[in-house]
């Protein structure tokens, strides 16, 4: 299984983004994904998760109503459209997999770097 995120880069605060995750390797009915995000000198947090099958989502409280995950299940890529940047949304971003009955998440992808200006 790969899972190759892309899209990141160098934002002005207000400004948006869109995140991908391309999946590859397998089918992912029964699993969950995820988007993860890491700032400096602090612990990676969930930010988004997205049921493969059924689309329901969640979002983190400090990201709802700005960022929104979907997943496109013909092009087998998960996204990440993240509106109204902020500077503390600066981090490398994570997409990961996880199959609903694990307790741990299963695959991870390479991150991708995003930094918001002031």
């Known amino acids: 299984v790969q899972l190759q995120a892309s899209g990141g880069g160098l934002v002005q605060a207000g400004g948006s983004l869109r995140l991908s995750c391309a999946a590859s390797?397998?089918?992912?009915?029964?699993?969950?994904m995820g988007w993860f995000r890491q700032a400096p000198g602090k612990e990676r947090d969930v930010v988004a998760r997205?049921?493969?099958?059924?689309?329901?989502?969640y979002h983190a409280d400090s990201v709802k109503g700005r960022f929104t995950i979907s997943r496109d299940v013909a092009k087998n890529t998960v996204y990440l459209q993240m509106n109204s940047l902020k500077p503390e949304d600066t981090a490398v971003y994570y997409c990961?997999?996880?199959?609903?009955?694990?307790?741990?998440?299963?695959?991870w992808g390479q991150g991708t770097l995003v930094t918001v200006s002031s």
């Open positions: 390797g397998r089918t992912f009915s029964g699993y969950r």
């Open positions: 990961a997999a996880q199959r609903i009955v694990s307790d741990t998440w299963d695959y």
């Open positions: 997205i049921l493969w099958s059924s689309g329901n989502t």
